[in-house]
């Protein structure tokens, strides 16, 4: 089992920019990808992207494509994600999750680990 605290949400106005942090211990994760989601209120929870640890591959969700970027510390065990030019519409609570097969499936049942989540809220 691996154990994942994710950290870095907070408010912030429309255009500006979070870099989320996920930091992983537990089970040795080397060759199962990390990955983000997210759940805005009364929504389901959805892929925003995801990285290999054996590469450097990543994903992401079309919605966030070049404005968000995932990456990974492996010396600190640490998946961040950076986030700019935020909308409203990215309003949710940011979850980390381990991926339970090698490759990235970019569906939450491929996903066995979740932290707590971190709230982003994005001000008009």
């Known amino acids: 089992q691996v154990q994942l605290v994710e950290s870095g949400g907070g408010l912030v106005q429309a255009g500006g920019s979070l870099r989320l942090s996920c930091a992983a211990s537990?089970?040795?994760?080397?060759?199962?990808?990390l990955g983000w989601f997210r759940q805005a209120p009364g929504e389901e929870r959805e892929f925003v992207a995801a990285?290999?640890?054996?590469?450097?591959?990543?994903y992401y969700a079309e919605s966030v494509t070049g404005r968000f970027t995932i990456s990974r510390d492996n010396a600190k065990n640490t998946v961040y994600l950076q986030m700019n030019s935020l909308k409203p519409e990215d309003t949710a609570v940011y979850y980390c999750?381990?991926?339970?097969?090698?490759?990235?499936?970019?569906?939450?049942?491929?996903?066995?680990?979740w932290g707590q989540g971190t709230q982003v809220t994005v001000s008009s």
């Open positions: 999750a381990a991926s339970i097969t090698p490759m990235v499936v970019a569906a939450k049942s491929y996903f066995g680990s």
């Open positions: 990285i290999s640890w054996s590469d450097d591959s990543t």
């Open positions: 537990g089970r040795t994760f080397s060759s199962y990808p």
